[in-house]
């Protein structure tokens, strides 16, 4: 089946605990990005990647970093997390031209993060 | 300042009848708008979509209008099935190789079909 998973689905943790969210898909995409969803904010990209080593930031990527060693795979660390980046947390990937337009982003399920 | 806007949080209908869903963009440079639907813990799945050099697509209950002197779309549901209570969330494009496939997202409509 085709999808995008990210793991975990929720997480609790304390400010400065260094953490990673997994996300893998297996759609062969060349394009990963990472949203994060806040009420009344809908979702708002934090870093994307156009392919394998090429990573850059989105609107709001203050406080994470990204990595991208396989095609695959597009994990998200939060290196001192703090109450702020409490959020629901999506993972997306897609083809990036299909037809001569964008192809639809596939979405992961997301992952809840409260930082205390 | 948001460049995606749904101005309407939420949205109740009667089963049967139409839904209209209301998005309003501020940047001119978008051209390929899409609408994706959200249920509680899954991710947004894909919609429908609409390039700006169209002014209406149509995929079975689902039809998109856009108006871009106005820069504003429209998500018309007819007709309404208690299934299709969700989130809606209105998103934009720049179609290009730079911008990659970054979507702008508008907050998103929240809506209940009553049986």
């Known amino acids: 089946e085709a999808q995008v998973t990210q793991n975990p689905r929720y997480l609790i943790t304390v400010t400065g605990k260094k953490l990673t969210v997994t996300c893998s898909q297996n759609?062969?995409?060349?394009?990963m990005s990472w949203y994060r969803q806040d009420p009344g904010l809908g979702l708002r990209q934090i870093y994307y990647?156009?392919?394998?080593?090429?990573?850059d930031k989105g609107d709001v990527p203050e406080g994470y970093k990204v990595s991208r060693k396989e095609k695959r795979n597009f994990p998200l660390i939060l290196e001192s997390p703090s109450p702020n980046q409490t959020s629901l947390y999506f993972c997306?990937?897609?083809?990036?031209?299909?037809?001569?337009?964008?192809?639809?982003?596939?979405f992961g399920n997301g992952t809840r993060l409260t930082v205390t | 300042d948001q460049q995606v806007k749904q101005n309407s949080p939420s949205l109740s209908v009667q089963e049967g009848r139409i839904s209209i869903l209301n998005c309003d963009y501020t940047?001119?440079?978008?051209?390929?708008f899409l609408w994706y639907k959200k249920y509680p813990a899954e991710g947004p799945t894909f919609l429908i979509s609409?390039?700006?050099?169209?002014d209406k697509n149509e995929d079975g209950r689902f039809t998109v209008f856009l108006n871009k002197s106005a820069k504003h779309l429209s998500l018309h549901i007819v007709p309404s099935q208690p299934g299709d209570s969700a989130v809606y969330f209105c998103?934009?494009?720049?179609?290009?190789?730079?911008?990659?496939?970054?979507?702008?997202f508008g907050g998103g409509t929240r809506v209940l079909v009553k049986p």
């Open positions: 997306a990937s897609s083809f990036l031209v299909v037809g001569g337009y964008n192809s639809p982003l596939h």
């Open positions: 609409i390039s700006s050099i169209k």
């Open positions: 940047n001119s440079m978008f051209d390929y």
């Open positions: 990647s156009m392919n394998v080593e090429v990573t």
């Open positions: 998103a934009a494009s720049i179609l290009s190789r730079a911008a990659g496939n970054k979507l702008t």
């Open positions: 759609m062969n995409h060349e394009y």
